[in-house]
């Protein structure tokens, strides 16, 4: 059965740092992207970053130059740097983790992250 989990967030203040991981056990089969999703208070879930099996990514604007994405196939696991956090990045983060074949999602319950003073 897969799992998916993600660990490390927190409480943090203004200007700080946190480091998120995101581990897939019972996979069985080829992973393609996986990516981190968060969904604010009264938002809708948004993608924060993303990162393909050659580890090509993406990120939204708002996390640019803040975020880093990374991914250690070996283990099948992924991580998100976050450093000079604010506010507006207090939200519950998701990791995804897609199947290559046949395609499939597979999604953890999330990791609070709040960032206050």
């Known amino acids: 059965q897969v799992q998916v989990v993600e660990s490390g967030g927190g409480l943090v203040q203004p200007g700080g740092s946190l480091r998120l991981s995101c581990a897939a056990s019972?996979?069985?089969?080829?992973?393609?992207?996986m990516g981190w999703y968060r969904q604010a208070p009264g938002k809708e879930r948004e993608l924060v970053a993303a990162?393909?099996?050659?580890?090509?990514?993406n990120y939204v604007d708002s996390v640019k130059g803040r975020f880093t994405i990374s991914r250690d196939n070996a283990k099948n696991t992924m991580y998100l740097q976050m450093n000079s956090l604010n506010a507006e990045d207090t939200a519950v983060y998701y990791c995804?983790?897609?199947?290559?074949?046949?395609?499939?999602?597979?999604w953890g319950k999330g990791t609070l992250v709040t960032v206050s003073s």
């Open positions: 990162i393909t099996p050659g580890e090509s990514t």
């Open positions: 995804k983790v897609e199947r290559r074949w046949p395609p499939m999602d597979y």
């Open positions: 019972g996979i069985a089969f080829d992973i393609n992207n």
